[in-house]
């Protein structure tokens, strides 16, 4: 299994630019979901989806829309980039959705830069 | 709702001494509550977890972590730091029962001296 897959690795954007963040899981994975990481921040959830077709918002939702059509993908996408979006994003996986224990497994990352 | 507090932003050690890292949480209900690795430039690979079960949970590469209810903490300890060891460390709580949802702790940097 490649497990959760993002793409790019890294991104430069002008301001008021659209992009797509990319993840992928191998694993039947119900639960994704995406965060973004800022220095002296950890890391917060974006959006997040228990399943092909439902998503809902996390903590920082504002700027970025998500969509689940497959259960393999879930892409962020980014609709007016902000200098305050530049951050570096993960996404994550977990198997099922009826239990807080579950383990989330996590990309490696994307850095984004909006210049 | 939930929330953690992780009481150092950084800790340095000497290798071979131990490790201590401070996490505390608040929860509404009974959580579950991670510990997570990230080496620079890397994503994040979990340690180790608690669910319920025994409070004192054994994680990869050495590491433990205690929990206490009456303390609301969950501290990170290895009994002698490697100099692989130096990464950022995340505590992570869950809401408990179905909320699946993840809060992180800002994280503490670990420094490991030879």
């Known amino acids: 299994n490649a497990g959760v897959t993002q793409t790019p690795k890294f991104q430069v954007l002008k301001t008021g630019q659209s992009m797509t963040l990319q993840c992928a899981q191998d694993?039947?994975?119900?639960?994704m979901s995406w965060y973004r990481q800022d220095p002296g921040m950890g890391l917060r959830l974006i959006h997040y989806s228990v399943g092909a077709g439902i998503t809902d918002q996390g903590e920082v939702p504002n700027g970025y829309n998500v969509s689940r059509s497959t259960t393999e993908d879930f892409p962020l996408r980014l609709l007016s980039a902000a200098p305050s979006q530049t951050s570096v994003y993960f996404c994550a996986s977990s198997y099922g959705t009826s239990g807080s224990h579950e383990t989330q497994y996590f990309g490696p990352g994307t850095r984004l830069l909006v210049l | 709702a939930q929330s953690v507090t992780q009481l150092d932003s950084h800790v340095s050690v000497s290798e071979g001494t131990p490790v201590l890292l401070r996490c505390n949480y608040s929860?509404?209900?009974?959580?579950?509550l991670f510990w997570y690795v990230q080496h620079p430039n890397k994503g994040l690979q979990l340690l180790l977890k608690y669910t319920s079960a025994a409070t004192l949970v054994k994680g990869i590469n050495g590491f433990e972590a205690e929990f206490k209810k009456s303390e609301t903490s969950f501290h990170l300890t290895k009994p002698s730091a490697h100099m692989s060891d130096a990464a950022e460390y995340f505590c992570?709580?869950?809401?408990?029962?179905?909320?699946?949802?993840?809060?992180f702790g800002k994280g503490t940097l670990l420094t490991v001296n030879p």
């Open positions: 694993m039947n994975h119900e639960y």
């Open positions: 992570v709580v869950s809401g408990g029962g179905s909320n699946y949802k993840l809060t």
């Open positions: 929860s509404s209900y009974s959580p579950s």
